[in-house]
T-cell receptor, first 116, second 114 residues
Framework: DADVTQTPRNRITKTGKRIMLECSQT?????MYWYRQDPGLGLRLIYY???????NKGEISDGYSVSRQAQAKFSLSLESAIPNQTALYFC???????????????FGPGTRLTVL | GENVEQHPSTLSVQEGDSAVIKCTYS??????FPWYKQELGKRPQLIID?????GEKKDQRIAVTLNKTAKHFSLHITETQPEDSAVYFC?????????????FGKGTKLSVIP
């Protein structure tokens, strides 16, 4: 089945280290998103991309960067990780080809990141 | 930008009872309102959505209502079962080319007590 995958699933790192989280999808969707989930705060948008040439900041982009290497791949980087970036990170995709105009999103399994 | 408020943050019901989760939104241009369910340790998954041209939508034990005038929408789960225990998120979005993002509520943890 077409899916959204994330690597790694779990990562423990130290303050100041550079970290990359990767997302791949076989759904053929054009739009990709990175969210952060913290207990009691819901899902907050970090970055989103319409295609490989289009990157947009979301609600909480400070301290993060992204790269859309191909339609199917969207990576999130923490240039210098800090403890308050400890969270569960989700990648998501959506498809504008359906023509409905509505933005149903499909989530990956998540990456649990701990910054010590 | 859009702001979505969700209540309650936690909800406990007896098995077989109904559960209602309510959300309000701020942007009157929003016209797509999905609900996602996230089971423990799993990814969020869409369970139902409603578009602004309808006031209510049902799918078996789940229903969603929308009041565009008041800018609020609600999720109703009837005859709750233990497998309904999860965190539920509401969200709001615009339409078409402008519908590039969903704004989520902070979630409701539903516990169904057997």
């Amino acid at each position: 089945d077409a899916d959204v995958t994330q690597t790694p699933r779990n990562r423990i790192t130290k303050t100041g280290k550079r970290i990359m989280l990767e997302c791949s999808q076989t759904k053929g969707h054009d739009r990709m998103y990175w969210y952060r989930q913290d207990p009691g705060l819901g899902l907050r948008l970090i970055y989103y991309s319409f295609d490989v040439k289009d990157i947009n900041k979301g609600e909480i982009s400070d301290g993060y960067s992204v790269s859309r290497q191909a339609q199917a791949k969207f990576s999130l980087s923490l240039e210098s990780a800090i403890p308050n970036q400890t969270a569960l990170y989700f990648c998501a995709t959506s498809d504008t080809r359906t023509g409905t105009g509505y933005n149903e999103q499909f989530f990956g399994p998540g990456t649990r990141l701990t910054v010590l | 930008g859009e702001n979505v408020e969700q209540h309650p943050s936690t909800l406990s019901v007896q098995e077989g009872d109904s559960a209602v989760i309510k959300c309000t939104y701020s942007d009157s241009a929003s016209n797509y309102f999905p609900w996602y369910k996230q089971e423990l340790g799993k990814r969020p998954q869409l369970i139902i959505d409603i578009r602004s041209n309808v006031g209510e939508k049902k799918d078996q034990r789940i229903a969603v209502t929308l009041n565009k005038t008041a800018k609020h929408f609600s999720l109703h789960i009837t005859e709750t079962q233990p497998e309904d225990s999860a965190v539920y998120f509401c969200a709001a979005s615009g339409y078409g080319a402008g519908s590039y993002q969903l704004t989520f509520g902070k979630g409701t943890k539903l516990s169904v007590i057997p």
